[in-house]
């Protein structure tokens, strides 16, 4: 109020004194605060727009009112304060802190992750300024940057439990789960090491080694342990390769395995290879062989990485399955009327892929065992596909699909499968293809099925009746 007086008795006589004015607006401003504090906000927030009509200390100013409208809920207000403050300093540190949160806050994320970068920029070693950035990073998918940050403010702050934990959280999101399983996996870990031995033996020392997809560095270190002096091993997951190349170190094998951090199409010869490979070791068959990409990478790599007659390790994969009647995996995969409603619409929503624990989930078989397709992967070019096949029904049942499971063949003599009677707790599940609807089926019957792949899924499903 008092700002207002002066200002019209300003003008009015032309002679307003600099400094009295000053005091009155220092007052205002004063007063404001003192509101502030004791929670009279709407007497806060208009001493602040006083003092700022009259471009009193904006850069102390905005960021009182800023906050004041934040905390009130009025962001848009807020955000055009913030604004304001960085039009006059773009480097001032808690403005960039406030509206990267206010951004945040509103879901504006890719926004806030620049607004924290900013920030950064300002104060690269600040703790806090890693920390927002980390968790926006997280919030807007850029995973592998947000683990950089949080393990950066950990080095800092290495007791940090908040840290520590969001660097756990955020490692088994990048990381799946399998892995350690896989590892501990010791009827495939050797397997494998019986074909990269048998392939290293028949290639000489000499030979150069492709590894596609190093994970902990398990299956370079074999092949470096058998011999092999010139193993580069790719990895497309920034935090699995830093890993890996620490234990590949640790175990003392730095010298002949040099871990790759990048995906294998975007590896050259001449740059990340000396030369092309004789020999490619690649476990990347997910549980239904094809989720991971197996045959752009296999293609890719005979196209680009490989001499002509390389040894690629596994040569072959296979799905096999069988017919199965389950009221668990039922439960999964279908559903009816629920408290007295027909809930079978959702049915087409439903997951046509279980993963099934083998040993662990009950079920039943009504078919014997078939090979539902076979990957030749020493093959330079893969065609999607589909077959008809008829399945001899042996037991009456309803059918809720075919389990699937795994062979595969990794050199001459050396398979591997993870069929469902006797394999559990590996890094393979089983999995179910379940029918878009239960099925009927007595022995003796013989089921049609279609059965292929597009190239990264396998295709699985009843043959239409009228075919
Ligand atoms: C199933 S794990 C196998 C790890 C290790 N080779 C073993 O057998 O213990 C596959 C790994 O390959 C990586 N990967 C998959 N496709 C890749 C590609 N085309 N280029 C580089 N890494 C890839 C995944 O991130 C994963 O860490």
Same mark, same amino acid.
């Given at each position: ?75 848009q207000d807020s955000l055009r304060h913030w $604004?304001?403050?960085?039009? &006059?300093?773009?480097?001032?540190? #808690? +403005? !960039? *802190? ?7 806050? /509103? ?97 000489? $020392?000499?030979?150069?080694? &492709?590894?596609?997809?190093?994970? #902990? +560095? !398990? *299956? ?7 011999? /092999? ?23 003392g094998y730095g010298q ?70 389950? $009221? ?21 929503? /439903? ?117």
């Amino acid at each position: 109020m008092m700002i207002a007086q002066k200002r019209s008795a300003g003008p009015q006589t032309g002679k307003a004194p600099i400094g009295e004015h000053l005091l009155d607006v220092r007052k205002v401003l004063s007063d404001a605060m003192t509101d502030h504090w004791s929670g009279n906000a709407a007497a806060a927030e208009d001493g602040y727009r006083r003092v700022l009509n009259q471009n009193y200390r904006p850069i102390d100013v905005l960021p009182l009112l800023a906050k004041l409208l934040s905390n009130r809920g009025e962001i848009q207000d807020s955000l055009r304060h913030w $604004d304001r403050l960085l039009a &006059l300093d773009p480097r001032h540190l #808690s +403005g !960039l *802190l406030e509206k990267g949160l206010l951004l945040h806050r /509103a879901n504006k994320l890719a926004l806030a992750v620049d607004c924290f970068a900013r920030a950064k920029a300002v104060a690269p070693d600040n703790a806090l300024v890693m920390t927002n950035l980390a968790v926006a990073l997280a919030d807007v998918g850029r995973r592998n940057e947000a683990l950089t940050e949080f393990q950066r403010v950990l080095e800092l702050e290495p007791n940090n439990l908040h840290v520590q934990h969001q660097v756990r959280r955020l490692s088994s999101l990048i990381v799946p789960s399998w892995h350690v399983p896989m590892m501990n996996d010791t009827p495939r870990n050797d397997a494998f090491e019986k074909a990269i031995v048998a392939a290293v033996a028949q290639h000489g $020392d000499h030979a150069r080694v &492709l590894e596609i997809g190093t994970g #902990s +560095g !398990l *299956l370079a270190m074999m092949a470096a342990r058998s011999g /092999a002096k010139r193993v580069v091993t790719c990895e497309s997951v920034p935090v699995i390769a830093e890993t890996a190349e620490r234990i590949v170190e640790q175990n003392g094998y730095g010298q002949n395995v040099r871990v790759v951090n990048k995906p294998s199409n975007e590896l050259n010869v001449g740059e990340d290879l000396d030369e092309r490979a004789d020999i490619l070791i690649s476990e990347i068959l997910s549980c239904d062989l094809l989720g991971e990409k197996v045959l752009d990478t296999f293609e890719d790599a005979h196209a680009r990485l490989l001499r002509p007659n390389a040894t690629v390790i596994p040569r072959a994969a296979t799905a096999v399955g069988c017919l199965v009647a389950s $009221d668990v995996l039922a439960r999964h995969a279908f559903v009816s009327e629920v408290s007295g409603f027909d809930l079978s619409p959702f049915n087409a929503l /439903a997951n046509q892929h279980l993963p099934v624990h083998g040993t662990m989930t009950s079920w039943r078989r009504l078919s014997g065992d078939f090979d539902l397709v076979t990957l030749d992967l020493t093959a330079k070019r893969h065609e999607g596909a589909l077959r008809k096949q008829s399945v001899p029904v042996l037991e009456d049942g309803v059918a809720v699909g075919i389990v699937q499971w795994m062979r595969v063949d990794l050199a001459e003599g050396v398979t591997f499968d993870n069929h469902p009677d006797t394999y559990a707790d590996g890094g393979w599940l089983q999995v179910l293809h379940s029918f878009p609807q239960p099925i009927d089926v007595k022995a003796g019957d013989e089921l049609e099925l279609v059965i292929g792949h597009d190239r990264s899924s396998l295709i699985v499903v009843p043959a239409p009746h009228d075919e």
